[in-house]
């Protein structure tokens, strides 16, 4: 029995040498390229004033200055009560239709509350 023993066990290490001789000789080489590749990266150091002519310098806005008070307010609110509202000019519609113009709130108001004339159904 301990022949057998022997010769499992011998047998055995024939076996893991053989595997692991394959797994070195199974290396990825390209996976070893790119990590001594990666490891030997060094980047370029930045200059200081790299940011020099992509960066505005920033100024501050100017300070805005409070509105000046007129001397005579009271004065110049009676004037403004005292002037006539100015009226822009009405340029009345020129329609071709049979529509009426209605002027004023009261004919408009006259308007809204007539009956709407009914129109037959067509089917």
Known sequence: MSTFLRQA?????AVSRSLSSTAVAR????????????KAYK?????????VGNVKQYTLPPAPKAPALPADLAGELTAYDAAEPTAAEVTKP?????????TGADAYLSFLEQ????????H
């Open 9 to 13: 066990t011998t047998a055995a290490r």
């Open 27 to 38: 290396k990825d080489l390209v996976q070893d390229l790119y990590l001594r590749e990666l």
């Open 94 to 102: 020129t329609s071709t239709s049979s529509e009426e113009t209605i």
């Open 115 to 122: 009956d709407l004339p009914k129109e037959e159904d067509h």
């Open 43 to 51: 980047p370029t150091p930045v200059a200081k004033d790299a940011h």
